[in-house]
C-alpha cells in the first residue's frame, strides 16, 4: 500500500538519522592554529633543526572519531522513534503479540536510552531531539488505528528499523574509536537482535 511503503521507509530512515557531525567527543588541548609571517633576515631568528612551527614536541593531542558521537545521536533518536511506537501500538494495535512486543521495546529502549544519556553526558556528546518525521509517521500509523491493517503498518516499521539498527550497531562495534562507545553498542546489540527476532515471529501470526 502507498501509505504503508511511505512510513515504513521513513521509520527506518530514523535510525540513521543525525545531527550534523562535527562535534568530536573530546577537544584537542594545547592545539595552535594559524600561520607565523614569513621570517625575514632582520627580524626572524634562524630556526631549529627538527622543529616545525606550530608543532609541541613530546605531546601528542588526541582527537575523539566523530563516528562515535554520530553514532550516539543516531541511537537516540533510533531510541526513541523505538518508544513512540511502543507506546503508540499499545494503544491502537489489534493483535496480543503486537501489544507484548511494543511493550516490550517500551521497556528495553527506555532503559537503554537513560544509559545512552548518561554515557553522552560524560563524553560531553549533545544529543537532538524527536524529529517531525517521527511525529509525522506516527500520525500516518493512527490513520489505521484498531485494525489488522495497522499491526501489519508498524510491524513492518518496527521490523525495518531493527533491521538497520544492527547494522548501525555493527558499525560501531567495529570501527569506533571510543572503548564506552563501543562496549555500549556490543551490549544493545543482544538486545536488539531480540526485538527483531520477536517482531518476526509476529509477522507470521498475522
Known amino acids: 500500500m502507498r501509505m504503508g511503503h511511505r512510513f515504513t521507509a521513513a521509520a527506518a530512515a530514523l535510525v540513521l538519522a543525525?545531527?550534523?557531525?562535527?562535534?568530536?567527543?573530546a577537544c584537542d588541548e594545547g592545539h595552535e592554529t594559524g600561520s607565523k609571517s614569513q621570517d625575514t633576515a632582520?627580524?626572524?631568528?634562524?630556526?631549529?633543526?627538527?622543529?616545525?612551527?606550530?608543532?609541541?614536541?613530546?605531546?601528542?593531542?588526541?582527537?575523539?572519531?566523530?563516528?562515535?558521537?554520530?553514532?550516539?545521536?543516531?541511537?537516540?533518536?533510533?531510541?526513541?522513534?523505538?518508544?513512540?511506537?511502543g507506546k503508540d501500538?499499545?494503544?491502537n494495535a489489534v493483535m496480543p503479540c503486537v501489544k507484548k512486543t511494543a511493550d516490550l521495546l517500551v521497556k528495553d529502549h527506555t532503559r537503554m536510552d537513560k544509559e545512552l544519556r548518561?554515557?553522552?553526558?560524560?563524553?560531553?556528546?549533545?544529543?537532538?531531539?524527536e524529529t517531525s518525521e517521527q511525529r509525522k509517521s506516527l500520525r500516518d500509523m493512527r490513520r489505521k488505528a484498531h485494525q489488522r491493517e495497522y499491526?501489519?503498518?508498524?510491524?513492518?516499521?518496527?521490523?525495518?528499523?531493527?533491521?538497520?539498527?544492527?547494522?548501525?550497531?555493527?558499525?560501531?562495534?567495529s570501527g569506533g574509536k571510543n572503548a564506552e562507545?563501543?562496549?555500549?553498542?556490543?551490549?544493545?546489540?543482544?538486545?536488539?537482535?531480540?526485538h527483531l527476532t520477536k517482531v518476526q515471529v509476529c509477522q507470521k501470526e498475522r
Open 18 to 25: 543525525t545531527a550534523p557531525a562535527g562535534a568530536a567527543l
Open 42 to 85: 632582520e627580524t626572524k631568528p634562524a630556526k631549529k633543526p627538527g622543529k616545525k612551527p606550530g608543532a609541541k614536541p613530546g605531546k601528542r593531542t588526541e582527537r575523539k572519531a566523530e563516528t562515535d558521537s554520530t553514532f550516539l545521536k543516531a541511537a537516540h533518536q533510533a531510541g526513541l522513534a523505538e518508544i513512540a511506537m
Open 89 to 91: 501500538a499499545g494503544k
Open 118 to 129: 548518561e554515557l553522552a553526558r560524560r563524553l560531553k556528546v549533545t544529543l537532538p531531539r
Open 151 to 173: 499491526d501489519t503498518l508498524w510491524l513492518k516499521a518496527a521490523e525495518a528499523g531493527h533491521v538497520q539498527a544492527l547494522e548501525l550497531l555493527d558499525a560501531e562495534i
Open 181 to 194: 562507545v563501543r562496549e555500549a553498542a556490543r551490549m544493545a546489540r543482544p538486545i536488539i537482535a531480540a
